[in-house]
């Protein structure tokens, strides 16, 4: 009975924050949650598996591949903090954390289009790209001497910061992404 209620009130608290991400989305700002339900759809779509880990890294790369194409600030609104496995954003990370280190099993009722033509274009060429690694390799990928990730986490005394002062920053994301995974200098 208690799992039936704890269910009940996490699946209204994702429809609120699925329809706050759909009124923002139109401002062309996404909650991570929204391109985490894409992605996973996408993976679901073509019978892969994903794990929440690899989902946090193919978010973190979502972003840095978007912002570089369109120039712009950000993808979504969510913030990535340093933890021990690289960037997280902790939205989705404590939505999906039940399933552990198992696939995440989305029902298709929870999939929706992305409605902006260059988000979902970025978006699914980041997933076809970085999704065909393995969450080790993604892992190694973001904590590369000198990434963004990197400096953070030594910056922590090499300890997950789940506060402002574990939060990657953007801007930096999108410089190191240009220069060290897309090869292009400033």
Not at 46 to 55: A, G, M, P, Q, V
Not at 102 to 110: F, L
Not at 113 to 135: A, H, M, R, W
Not at 162 to 169: F, H, L, N, P, V
Request: proline share 2%; aromatic share 14%.
């Amino acid at each position: 009975m208690i799992k039936a209620i704890l269910e009940y009130f996490n699946k209204l608290w994702y429809n609120l924050c699925r329809i706050e991400g759909r009124v923002k989305s139109m401002n062309n700002v996404y909650s991570a949650n929204d391109i985490a339900t894409f992605i996973l759809c996408w993976f679901a779509s073509r019978d892969k598996n994903i794990t929440n880990l690899k989902l946090q890294k193919l978010l973190y790369f979502c972003e840095a591949y978007y912002m570089n194409l369109t120039g712009k600030s950000q993808l979504f609104d969510d913030n990535f903090n340093a933890l021990t496995y690289g960037p997280v954003a902790l939205n989705v990370y404590n939505k999906y954390k039940s399933f552990l280190n198992h696939p995440i099993v989305i029902n298709q009722d929870e999939c929706r289009d992305i409605d902006n033509p260059d988000v979902k274009q970025s978006v699914e060429k980041t997933c076809e790209f970085f999704g065909n690694f393995s969450s080790s390799y993604l892992v190694a990928l973001t904590h590369l001497k000198n990434s963004p990730w990197n400096k953070v986490w030594h910056k922590n005394g090499e300890t997950s910061n789940y506060g402002k002062d574990g939060i990657i920053s953007k801007e930096e994301t999108k410089s190191w992404f240009r220069k060290e995974v897309l090869d292009e200098s400033e």
